[in-house]
Protein backbone atom coordinates (compact mmCIF):
# COMPACT_ATOMS: atom_id res chain seq x y z
CA UNK A 1 0.00 0.00 0.00
CA UNK A 2 1.29 3.56 -0.87
CA UNK A 3 0.35 6.80 0.67
CA UNK A 4 -0.01 9.94 -1.67
CA UNK A 5 0.39 13.01 0.10
CA UNK A 6 -3.50 13.56 0.41
CA UNK A 7 -3.51 10.30 2.61
CA UNK A 8 -0.53 12.16 4.55
CA UNK A 9 -1.90 14.87 5.74
CA UNK A 10 -5.28 12.97 6.47
CA UNK A 11 -3.12 10.54 8.89
CA UNK A 12 -1.32 13.75 10.61
CA UNK A 13 -4.48 15.58 10.98
CA UNK A 14 -6.22 12.73 12.62
CA UNK A 15 -2.82 12.16 14.71
CA UNK A 16 -3.07 15.88 15.77
CA UNK A 17 -6.58 15.27 16.96
CA UNK A 18 -5.82 11.71 19.17
CA UNK A 19 -2.99 13.19 20.28
CA UNK A 20 -5.01 16.36 21.53
CA UNK A 21 -7.88 14.23 22.64
CA UNK A 22 -5.50 12.12 24.67
CA UNK A 23 -3.68 15.17 26.17
CA UNK A 24 -7.21 16.43 27.20
CA UNK A 25 -7.86 13.50 28.96
CA UNK A 26 -5.08 13.02 31.08
CA UNK A 27 -5.38 16.41 31.68
CA UNK A 28 -8.60 16.11 32.84
CA UNK A 29 -8.42 13.23 35.21
CA UNK A 30 -4.92 13.97 36.37
CA UNK A 31 -4.83 17.42 37.17
CA UNK A 32 -8.01 17.56 37.98
CA UNK A 33 -7.69 15.30 41.20
CA UNK A 34 -4.08 17.61 41.63
CA UNK A 35 -6.55 20.48 41.75
CA UNK A 36 -9.06 18.81 44.00
CA UNK A 37 -6.01 17.75 45.88
CA UNK A 38 -5.15 21.49 46.33
CA UNK A 39 -8.64 22.75 46.83
CA UNK A 40 -8.78 20.11 49.77
CA UNK A 41 -5.51 20.92 51.35
CA UNK A 42 -6.18 24.68 50.93
CA UNK A 43 -9.47 24.05 53.01
CA UNK A 44 -7.74 21.93 55.37
CA UNK A 45 -5.08 24.38 55.75
CA UNK A 46 -7.90 27.25 56.72
CA UNK A 47 -9.66 25.07 58.96
CA UNK A 48 -7.04 24.04 61.00
CA UNK A 49 -4.64 25.62 63.71
CA UNK A 50 -1.07 25.86 63.90
CA UNK A 51 0.70 24.15 66.97
CA UNK A 52 1.97 26.73 68.44
CA UNK A 53 -0.76 29.20 68.18
CA UNK A 54 -3.10 26.48 69.78
CA UNK A 55 -0.51 26.05 72.77
CA UNK A 56 -0.73 29.19 73.37
CA UNK A 57 -4.55 29.52 73.05
CA UNK A 58 -4.30 26.40 75.80
CA UNK A 59 -1.95 27.81 78.17
CA UNK A 60 -4.40 31.16 78.14
CA UNK A 61 -8.07 29.36 78.56
CA UNK A 62 -6.67 27.18 81.39
CA UNK A 63 -5.36 30.39 82.92
CA UNK A 64 -8.79 31.68 82.61
CA UNK A 65 -10.30 28.52 83.98
CA UNK A 66 -7.84 28.93 87.03
CA UNK A 67 -9.34 32.03 87.45
CA UNK A 68 -12.98 31.25 87.31
CA UNK A 69 -12.66 28.37 90.12
CA UNK A 70 -10.98 30.69 92.45
CA UNK A 71 -13.11 33.76 92.01
CA UNK A 72 -16.13 31.53 91.96
CA UNK A 73 -18.98 32.08 94.54
CA UNK A 74 -21.35 29.10 95.04
CA UNK A 75 -24.77 29.44 94.38
CA UNK A 76 -25.98 28.80 97.79
CA UNK A 77 -24.07 32.48 99.01
CA UNK A 78 -25.31 34.06 95.87
CA UNK A 79 -29.18 33.21 97.22
CA UNK A 80 -28.49 34.04 101.02
CA UNK A 81 -27.47 37.52 99.43
CA UNK A 82 -30.36 37.98 97.34
CA UNK A 83 -32.16 37.31 100.53
CA UNK A 84 -31.06 39.33 102.52
CA UNK A 85 -31.31 42.01 99.61
CA UNK A 86 -35.09 41.30 99.34
CA UNK A 87 -35.70 41.33 103.50
CA UNK A 88 -34.00 44.70 103.12
CA UNK A 89 -36.24 46.10 100.47
CA UNK A 90 -39.47 44.46 102.34
CA UNK A 91 -38.14 46.63 105.75
CA UNK A 92 -37.61 49.84 103.26
CA UNK A 93 -41.13 49.36 101.63
CA UNK A 94 -42.57 49.44 105.33
CA UNK A 95 -40.48 51.85 106.75
CA UNK A 96 -40.49 54.74 104.15
CA UNK A 97 -42.97 56.76 102.15
CA UNK A 98 -43.28 56.77 97.89
CA UNK A 99 -42.91 59.68 96.39
CA UNK A 100 -46.45 59.65 95.53
CA UNK A 101 -47.32 59.67 98.79
CA UNK A 102 -44.98 62.29 100.06
CA UNK A 103 -46.49 64.44 97.99
CA UNK A 104 -49.78 64.18 98.88
CA UNK A 105 -48.75 64.33 102.43
CA UNK A 106 -47.46 68.32 101.74
CA UNK A 107 -50.14 68.96 99.47
CA UNK A 108 -52.34 68.11 102.51
CA UNK A 109 -49.94 70.23 105.21
CA UNK A 110 -50.18 73.41 102.32
CA UNK A 111 -53.78 73.31 102.07
CA UNK A 112 -53.74 73.76 106.20
CA UNK A 113 -51.22 76.23 106.08
CA UNK A 114 -53.34 78.17 103.43
CA UNK A 115 -56.64 78.14 105.62
CA UNK A 116 -54.58 78.70 108.47
CA UNK A 117 -53.06 82.31 106.84
CA UNK A 118 -56.58 82.58 105.16
CA UNK A 119 -57.90 82.64 109.08
CA UNK A 120 -55.53 84.95 109.86
CA UNK A 121 -55.54 87.79 107.43
CA UNK A 122 -59.56 87.71 108.40
CA UNK A 123 -58.99 87.97 112.05
CA UNK A 124 -56.56 90.91 111.11
CA UNK A 125 -58.97 92.80 108.83
CA UNK A 126 -62.04 92.36 111.69
CA UNK A 127 -60.08 93.74 114.26
CA UNK A 128 -58.11 96.20 112.22
Known amino acids: MTFDSGTWWLAV ?3 GFLTG ?9 LF ?3 DRLDESVKKLDESTVKKP ?5 KDKLTADIERIE ?6 S ?9 RADIKKIMETHLTKDDFIREITKLDRKT ?8 NQRDKGA
Open 13 to 15: LLL
Open 21 to 29: ALIYLLKRS
Open 77 to 85: VHEKSYDEL
Open 114 to 121: DIIYDHVI
Open 53 to 57: SYEKD
Open 70 to 75: RDYTPR
Open 32 to 34: GRV
